[in-house]
């Protein structure tokens, strides 16, 4: 089949769009608002299906945000966007009815830590902690703390079409002792959640290694992801 997107149907009952682009990683991005005189910080929590990291030295990653059925865009950007800050927590299978719970469209400034009963932690490593720290999911085995970097914002047909491109810079990785073996964070531990087509899921529980061959240390430790690892290549005068 072919079909051209906003020019010639795909006439099947489903939209398969998203259904070709997967597993993606789930952006369960936590956040506050900033405070003013008479309103305390209020918290938000809510999972994005379209996130991503990007860099490795320094860490970035992004998510984006579609506007809402009213075409107004979403409580996360306007925190993140207000106060400079976000955390990102890791969805697992643990934690799954608590990410779908965190999904509902609620009125600005609703909790949704209360609404999923989910305990908070809170960063300690973003500009303005020291008086309105953002809260991070405490059962999530692995957290970013993330600066705001900057938002590129798409244009797209109404109410939904346009999209938010929200990039932040990682300062602070919290994982959790158990989600490790071997030195390696262990996803068969951890169980991570993605998101395919429609309405399903993916859940991580096996992986297995490929090595490509023929390429030279540092592009392999750039492929791990391994600022270390590329230090002790300088270091041996490879580079």
């Known amino acids: 089949m072919l079909y051209l997107p906003g020019q010639t ?3 099947l009952p489903h939209d398969p769009f998203k259904a070709c682009v997967v597993p993606r990683p789930i952006g369960w991005i936590s956040t506050t608002s900033p405070p003013s005189p008479n309103n305390p910080p209020r918290h938000n929590l809510a999972p994005y299906s379209q996130f991503t990291n990007l860099t490795f030295d320094p860490p970035y990653v992004l998510f984006a945000a579609n506007q809402t059925p009213s075409a107004s865009r979403k409580d996360t950007v306007r925190n993140v ?17 608590e990410v ?4 509902q469209q609620f009125e600005y400034g609703v909790d949704e830590f209360v609404h999923a009963g ?15 720290p953002v809260p991070m999911v405490k059962r999530s085995p692995v957290r970013f703390e993330c600066a705001y970097h900057g938002t590129l914002r798409l244009p797209g047909n109404p109410p939904l079409g346009a999209v938010d491109v929200v990039i932040g810079r990682v300062v ?7 989600a490790i073996t071997g030195g390696r964070l262990d996803v068969r531990k951890t169980r991570p959640i993605a998101r395919c087509g429609y309405y399903e899921y993916a ?5 297995f290694e ?4 023929g ?7 750039g492929l791990e992801g391994s600022r270390e690892r590329v230090e002790r290549v300088r270091g041996r005068g490879k580079l």
Do not use: Y
């Open 118 to 132: 989910l305990e908070k932690e809170f960063s300690a490593h973003l500009p303005g902690d020291g008086e309105n």
């Open 9 to 11: 149907p795909h006439n």
């Open 172 to 178: 602070a990785v919290h994982i959790a002792d158990w």
């Open 81 to 97: 966007e207000a106060t400079g800050k976000f955390v990102w927590n890791l969805a697992t299978w643990d934690l799954r009815e």
């Open 203 to 207: 859940v991580v529980g096996e992986t």
């Open 215 to 221: 390429l030279d240390e540092v592009t392999l430790a």
């Open 100 to 103: 779908n719970k965190s999904a």
């Open 210 to 213: 490929m090595v490509i061959p």
